[in-house]
């Protein structure tokens, strides 16, 4: 498993790559956020997800089903739970004890997802998956969003 090149707080890391390697300055890692948008836009399409959910009691049951465009050996499948418009409190300038806060992460299936391919798959392949999460009763459903990391 990857993990990610953090040594100290805040970092910026772009697909394992932090932002700040081989700089010092904002520029340079502007510079360098730049090129790996470039690099990851020139690549080539490894796989794709799509997705349908429904929620069933306190559960959001999330139906994905992945198409690899590569062979691959290993991959895995995160589902994150975004809730928009979130009224809560936040320091600065800007915030206050009614700010709105925007895409507010609510949930994930595990840190790094869950495996959904572990050995060979060829490319054209598809693989589907359910996840449930709970659901908290505080989620005004109406604002939640389900996105999948792959």
């Avoid at 100290?8 to 772009?14: F, K, S, V, Y």
């Avoid at 300055?25 to 490894?46: W, Y």
């Avoid at 994150?80 to 800007?94: F, H, K, R, S, T």
């Avoid at 992460?105 to 392949?125: C, M, P, Y």
Wanted: charged share 20%; aromatic share 6%.
């Amino acid at each position: 498993m990857r993990r990610l090149p953090v040594t100290g707080l805040p970092n910026i890391c772009i697909n394992f790559f932090d932002a700040w390697t081989n700089t010092k300055t904002l520029q340079g890692m502007k510079d360098n956020i730049n090129s790996k948008i470039t690099e990851h836009n020139a690549a080539a399409v490894v796989a794709n997800s799509a997705l349908s959910y429904s929620v069933e009691n306190d559960k959001i049951v999330v139906k994905t089903t992945t198409k690899f465009f590569q062979n691959v050996d290993e991959y895995n499948i995160s589902v994150l739970v975004l809730e928009d418009g979130v009224i809560a409190n936040q320091a600065g300038p800007n915030g206050g004890p009614n700010a709105s806060h925007h895409k507010v992460l609510r949930a994930s299936n595990e840190d790094w997802g869950v495996t959904i391919v572990d050995g060979a798959k060829s490319a054209g392949s598809l693989v589907e998956q359910e996840i449930s999460i709970t659901k908290d009763p505080s989620w005004n459903m109406e604002n939640v969003e389900i996105a999948t990391v792959i």
